[in-house]
């Protein structure tokens, strides 16, 4: 049985043609985005400073659209309680980002996952999950966290 949430990518992340398209710009920022909100529900605590950090990367970063961007983050809190699987977004980001775009989408992970100031054994996972799903090495993904440290210091 298909999730919500899967339906909303499926909808929005269908390359056209066969499966060695590439995705659109706006279906990337949508594959990353699920990536994203995985981190930010990863600890079951999603306060405000994380829904603002959310969406200043989903808005600025990725310039995910108001209309989707809400239903991207009500339709993943909806889901939080399921395990989701990260592999159809990580397979997306694997096959069409290159290795700079994959470097700032864990940047932009530990970033929101350093929003609230406390780093969760859970979202640490995720990302770590994340970076070994999409080919990242361990020092990318070490200097990526020092990265985003540096920023909220």
């Not at 699920?34 to 930010?40: F, H, M, R």
């Not at 983050?73 to 592999?87: D, G, Q």
């Not at 977004?89 to 994959?102: A, P």
């Not at 996972?125 to 920023?151: G, Q």
Request: charged share 25%; proline share 1%.
């Amino acid at each position: 049985m298909l999730s919500k949430i899967s339906a909303f990518f499926e909808r929005h992340l269908q390359p056209a043609g066969d499966a060695s398209s590439p995705l659109s710009h706006s279906q990337k920022q949508l594959a990353v985005a699920a990536l994203l909100i995985e981190v930010a529900m990863a600890d079951h605590v999603f306060d405000e400073r994380e829904m603002q950090s959310l969406k200043t990367h989903l808005t600025q970063k990725f310039a995910i659209a108001d209309a989707q961007l809400a239903e991207l983050i009500e339709l993943a809190k909806e889901e939080s309680a399921e395990a989701t699987s990260l592999h159809q977004f990580t397979t997306l980001v694997h096959q069409h980002c290159n290795q700079q775009e994959k470097f700032e989408l864990l940047v932009s992970m530990w970033e929101l996952a350093f929003a609230d100031n406390d780093l969760n054994k859970y979202e640490e996972y995720v990302i770590r999950k994340v970076a070994d799903l999409i080919y990242v090495s361990h020092t990318e993904f070490m200097r990526a966290k020092s990265i985003a440290k540096n920023k909220i210091s």
